[in-house]
Structure formats: structure tokens, C-alpha cells
Nanobody, 111 residues
Framework: QVQLVESGGGLVQAGGSLRLSCGVS????????MGWYRQAPGKQRELVAT???????TYGDSVKGRFTISRTIAKNTVYLQMNSLKPEDTAIYYC?????WGQGTQVTVSS
């Protein structure tokens, strides 16, 4: 059974940084596409970043140049480094592998 557990969310001031982690069990991260998504109150869930087994990455337009997705094979974990955070980045952040979602972690950016 595949399970995803996010961590690392919290409250940060605008301009600050956070690193989210998504620990994966039940499947090997290296062989699967993985993604980070977010959902702000009253808005649809949107793509933040993805990473392929080959290491290719894609980013949503609103986070390009500020966020970086990466993975650690030894820990079977995917990360989202978020820099230069803005209040509009406030949302619940979810990781996704195939049809499986994590429970989400709240990120709040104060102005």
C-alpha cells in the first residue's frame, strides 16, 4: 500500500523560505513521477511542481524561479524548497504519486 506523508509546513513571513518533505512508503520514488500541488481557500487545486524518474522537472508559472522540487533516493523522499515566499503562496500543499495523495501540510505566509 502506497502512503505519502507531508511535513515541513508552517507560518513564515513574506520573503522567507520553507522546505516541505514528502515521505513515501510502499513504492520506490525513483521509478515514479511525483508532484506537489496546492489548494488555497476558495480556489481549485493547482500544480506546483513535478519530477520524473529521469529527474526532469516542471513548475507552475507562479512559482518558477522560487521553488525547487528534488528527491533523495536513499530516504525515498521528495522535497519542495520554497524561497521568496509571498502571501499568495498560502495554501495546503499536497504531494501526489499516481492516484495517491498525501494528507497535506499547511503553509501560511504573512505579509
Amino acid at each position: 500500500q502506497v502512503q505519502l506523508v507531508e511535513s515541513g509546513g508552517g507560518l513564515v513571513q513574506a520573503g522567507g523560505s520553507l522546505r516541505l518533505s514528502c515521505g513515501v512508503s510502499g513504492i520506490i520514488v525513483r521509478f515514479n513521477d511525483m508532484g506537489w500541488y496546492r489548494q488555497a481557500p476558495g480556489k481549485q487545486r493547482e500544480l506546483v511542481a513535478t519530477i520524473t524518474p529521469g529527474g526532469s522537472t516542471t513548475y507552475g508559472d507562479s512559482v518558477k524561479g522560487r521553488f525547487t522540487i528534488s528527491r533523495t533516493i536513499a530516504k525515498n523522499t521528495v522535497y519542495l524548497q520554497m524561497n521568496s515566499l509571498k502571501p499568495e503562496d498560502t495554501a495546503i500543499y499536497y504531494c501526489k504519486l499516481g492516484g495517491v495523495w498525501g494528507q497535506g501540510t499547511q503553509v501560511t505566509v504573512s505579509s
